[in-house]
């Protein structure tokens, strides 16, 4: 069955197994441990055995969302999870007088089991004196089933408002529509296609009540977008914690070893330099005290960076909660992306690199190759920098992110480009095309590409202790492979010298990196002075400072 296109009585009622109440209160039906989906484990599709009806519906599903919706749709929205806190954490007994929430979901043409498994799992798992309401924006879409369908369902629940634009507006100016109409102390937001687990909104209610400035994130875990088994992470193998590049991209990283040492018990809240952006709890006066959202950021991206600069920077505290735990379908494309908009992640982050991030701004236009382009009037958000007596950015690094790797400490950044001239081609870079942009550092083999100039892919950093480095990752040559892996900091393979003549050693293998004669290739060959051995890469100096803009 295709839930999106069936009567929605009929889904929670027979199909799904639901019991329903008019009057608001909503309970979880009985469940079948052998229903799909039970428990979090995964629903398997063979394609091979679907008939050409359900083949088609599958496709369909995916290429309209980006995830399984043929799976989702056969799972009930009211599917069981499983108690993943741990022990110490389901031991703490939470104020009786923390704030009421307001939890703010903002879809744009979500798929409809997809979105009410979402709204269920907050009704169901949040402590009824502790929700004030659900407010659900919809981002002006376009789907049948989100218009009157949705209505007849929100009107039966008592916790539940409705909230449409009345043009795209985007995530981020839609998540100013849902605080404006918010009654809670606190607004929660999550994204529309989450799972919460049972006790994820205590702690960071709990939290909120203690000071009005910490402002917090669940531990996000990962819904798997093909099989929807929710893939929890237990607290013994560690977590992640936000953080982001110099290309402006939100990074996750292991919790460092100095606030591992500052942190007294596994559920203590551990700080963030950054924060996703998707799923966030902010007291409601303190969202506004510090400026809520730039207001001239389009759509959505860089607005999770804004916030997590402003937010240290201004005196308050991004942490995430060990023991709040929240799932995520995270898709690898959005289905909802649109050309017509153009490059407004980058325009959204050079106002964020313009306001907040000082002479470092400049780490990121390179990146960008000074491609700065119209980023509007940013005038009144530089004012609230001043209001608010925010500390500097050099503040922020030294202080709330100091194992970042800052390139104006490179020997050397940039593209990497061959002196030699090869057919067709004429100069190739050092290019990372092919490496996962959300690790970069998963030992793929690094490549060729015809210079571009405009960083990104073709840009790369010596460290002063020999590494040739991503944001995420460093140049390794082990086994006769040319691949990028984590920075250990231990030299061995990832030990480089970009030598006087412009030739780029591996101390470790005595090697010199080479361009294959047709230009497709790098390897290592024995150091030999010819062009295709000589590189061009702009060496640090005073004069062409990357902080000073040169």
């Given at each position: 069955m295709?839930?999106?296109?069936?009567n929605?009585?009929?889904?929670?009622?027979?199909?799904?197994?639901?019991?329903?109440?008019?009057?608001?209160?909503?309970?979880?039906?009985?469940?079948?441990?052998?229903?799909?989906?039970?428990?979090?484990?995964?629903?398997?599709?063979?394609?091979?055995?679907?008939?050409?009806?359900?083949k088609?519906?599958?496709?369909?599903?995916?290429?309209?969302?980006?995830?399984?919706?043929?799976?989702?749709?056969r799972?009930?929205v009211?599917?069981?999870?499983?108690?993943?806190?741990?022990?110490?954490?389901?031991?703490?007994?939470?104020?009786?007088?923390?704030?009421?929430?307001?939890?703010?979901?903002?879809?744009?043409?979500?798929?409809?089991?997809?979105?009410?498994?979402?709204v269920?799992?907050?009704?169901?798992?949040?402590?009824?004196?502790?929700?004030?309401?659900?407010i659900?924006?919809?981002?002006?879409?376009?789907?049948?089933?989100?218009?009157?369908?949705?209505?007849?369902?929100?009107?039966?629940?008592?916790?539940?408002?409705?909230?449409r634009?009345?043009?795209?507006?985007?995530?981020?100016?839609?998540r100013?529509?849902?605080?404006?109409?918010?009654?809670?102390?606190?607004?929660?937001?999550?994204?529309?296609?989450?799972?919460?687990?049972?006790?994820?909104?205590?702690p960071?209610?709990?939290?909120?009540?203690?000071?009005?400035?910490h402002?917090?994130?669940?531990?996000?875990?990962?819904?798997?977008?093909?099989?929807?088994?929710?893939?929890?992470?237990?607290?013994?193998?560690?977590?992640?914690?936000?953080?982001?590049?110099w290309?402006?991209?939100?990074?996750?990283?292991?919790?460092?070893?100095?606030?591992?040492?500052?942190?007294?018990?596994?559920?203590?809240?551990?700080?963030?330099?950054?924060?996703?952006?998707?799923?966030?709890?902010?007291?409601?006066?303190?969202f506004?005290?510090?400026?809520?959202?730039?207001?001239?950021?389009?759509?959505?991206?860089?607005?999770?960076?804004?916030?997590?600069?402003?937010?240290?920077?201004?005196?308050?505290?991004?942490?995430?909660?060990?023991?709040?735990?929240?799932?995520?379908?995270?898709?690898?494309?959005?289905?909802?992306?649109?050309?017509?908009?153009?490059?407004?992640?980058?325009?959204?982050?050079?106002?964020?690199?313009?306001?907040?991030?000082?002479?470092?701004?400049?780490?990121?236009?390179?990146?960008?190759?000074?491609?700065?382009?119209d980023?509007?009037?940013?005038?009144?958000?530089?004012?609230?920098?001043?209001?608010?007596?925010?500390?500097?950015?050099?503040?922020?690094?030294?202080?709330?992110?100091?194992?970042?790797?800052?390139?104006?400490?490179?020997?050397?950044?940039?593209?990497?480009?061959?002196?030699?001239?090869?057919?067709?081609?004429?100069?190739?870079?050092?290019?990372?095309?092919?490496?996962?942009?959300?690790?970069?550092?998963?030992?793929?083999?690094?490549?060729t590409?015809?210079?571009?100039?405009?960083?990104?892919?073709?840009?790369?950093m010596?460290?002063?202790?020999?590494e040739i480095?991503?944001?995420?990752?460093?140049?390794d040559?082990?086994?006769?492979?040319?691949?990028i892996?984590?920075?250990?900091?231990?030299?061995?393979p990832?030990?480089?010298?970009?030598?006087?003549?412009?030739?780029?050693?591996?101390v470790?293998?005595?090697?010199?990196?080479?361009?294959?004669?047709?230009?497709?290739?790098?390897?290592?060959?024995?150091?030999?002075?010819?062009?295709?051995?000589?590189?061009q890469?702009?060496?640090?100096?005073?004069?062409?400072?990357?902080?000073?803009?040169?």
């Open positions: 295709v839930v999106s296109h069936l929605w009585r009929e889904i929670l009622g027979s199909g799904l197994k639901a019991a329903y109440k008019t009057l608001g209160k909503v309970e979880s039906p009985e469940h079948n441990a052998d229903d799909p989906g039970e428990m979090g484990v995964a629903f398997q599709v063979d394609e091979k055995k679907l008939s050409s009806a359900e088609e519906e599958y496709d369909f599903g995916f290429k309209r969302n980006a995830f399984n919706q043929y799976a989702s749709d799972i009930s009211h599917r069981t999870l499983p108690d993943y806190r741990d022990v110490e954490c389901r031991a703490i007994l939470h104020s009786s007088k923390m704030p009421k929430a307001s939890v703010i979901v903002i879809f744009h043409n979500e798929a409809w089991s997809v979105l009410l498994r979402t269920y799992s907050i009704l169901e798992r949040s402590p009824p004196r502790f929700l004030e309401e659900v659900l924006v919809d981002d002006y879409s376009d789907q049948e089933h989100l218009h009157d369908q949705l209505d007849e369902f929100v009107a039966t629940q008592q916790k539940v408002r409705l909230v634009s009345e043009k795209r507006e985007g995530l981020i100016r839609a100013l529509i849902g605080a404006e109409a918010a009654k809670g102390q606190v607004l929660v937001f999550l994204d529309s296609h989450c799972e919460c687990t049972p006790g994820w909104l205590e960071m209610l709990d939290r909120i009540g203690q000071d009005w400035s402002v917090v994130t669940p531990i996000i875990d990962v819904i798997d977008d093909k099989t929807l088994m929710y893939n929890f992470n237990p607290l013994s193998r560690g977590f992640s914690v936000g953080g982001f590049d290309a402006m991209g939100f990074t996750w990283h292991a919790l460092p070893n100095h606030e591992k040492e500052r942190r007294k018990k596994i559920s203590d809240p551990a700080r963030s330099p950054t924060m996703a952006g998707g799923l966030f709890a902010i007291d409601r006066e303190y506004y005290h510090i400026g809520s959202y730039d207001p001239g950021m389009e759509i959505w991206g860089g607005e999770n960076l804004e916030m997590s600069f402003r937010i240290w920077m201004c005196g308050g505290t991004l942490e995430t909660l060990p023991c709040s735990h929240v799932g995520h379908i995270f898709r690898k494309r959005n289905p909802n992306h649109s050309a017509k908009h153009g490059n407004f992640v980058q325009r959204n982050s050079v106002r964020t690199a313009e306001v907040w991030m000082d002479e470092y701004k400049y780490l990121y236009y390179d990146r960008i190759g000074n491609h700065i382009g980023f509007g009037d940013v005038s009144d958000r530089r004012a609230l920098r001043e209001e608010l007596k925010c500390k500097s950015f050099k503040w922020y690094l030294d202080t709330i992110y100091p194992t970042l790797f800052v390139p104006s400490d490179a020997e050397a950044s940039g593209e990497v480009r061959c002196k030699a001239h090869f057919p067709k081609v004429s100069q190739v870079c050092l290019d990372s095309a092919d490496i996962d942009p959300e690790t970069s550092a998963n030992g793929k083999e690094v490549q590409w015809p210079c571009h100039g405009q960083g990104g892919n073709q840009m790369w010596l460290s002063q202790n020999g480095r991503k944001d995420k990752g460093c140049l040559y082990n086994d006769g492979k040319l691949r892996y984590p920075c250990h900091s231990s030299k061995g990832q030990d480089w010298k970009y030598n006087d003549d412009n030739s780029i050693l591996n470790y293998s005595g090697l010199c990196l080479e361009i294959s004669v047709d230009g497709k290739v790098i390897q290592m060959a024995k150091c030999n002075g010819s062009d295709r051995q000589v590189f890469w702009k060496r640090q100096t005073p004069e062409n400072e990357i902080l000073a803009g040169g």
